[in-house]
Nanobody, 115 residues
Framework: QVQLVESGGGLVQAGGSLRLSCAAS????????MGWYRQAPGKQRELVAS???????NYADFVKGRFTISRVNTKNTVYLQMNSLKPEDTAVYYC?????????WGQGTQVTVSS
């Protein structure tokens, strides 16, 4: 079982930046895929970005060039640097660890971008 705790959300003006952090309670394995998802009111949860233990990344088109995902394996932590934020980025952001067929989720952190 892996417990995930996110931090770093908040209220920011359009064009601003936030950095989200997610710390895992257990050792993250090299096979684990770590990622960030988001869910806006009335919408389905969607992938924002993911990263392998080797550093290979995948981004949703709507954040390419603005967001950067990174992880520190020795700290069991994944980060999401969000720049040039837009009002449409407003959502609850969830940390995810995928291990084989199991998915672990954090409790979510609210990001609100004002126009």
């Amino acid at each position: 079982q892996v417990q995930l705790v996110e931090s770093g959300g908040g209220l920011v003006q359009a064009g601003g930046s936030l950095r989200l952090s997610c710390a895992a309670s257990a050792t993250i394995l090299s096979i684990d895929l770590m990622g960030w998802y988001r869910q806006a009111p009335g919408k389905q949860r969607e992938l924002v970005a993911s990263i392998t233990s080797g550093g290979a990344t995948n981004y949703a088109d709507f954040v390419k060039g603005r967001f950067t995902i990174s992880r520190v394996n020795t700290k069991n932590t994944v980060y999401l640097q969000m720049n040039s934020l837009k009002p449409e980025d407003t959502a609850v952001y969830y940390c995810n660890v995928n291990r084989f067929t199991a998915d672990y989720w954090g409790q979510g952190t609210q990001v609100t971008v004002s126009s």
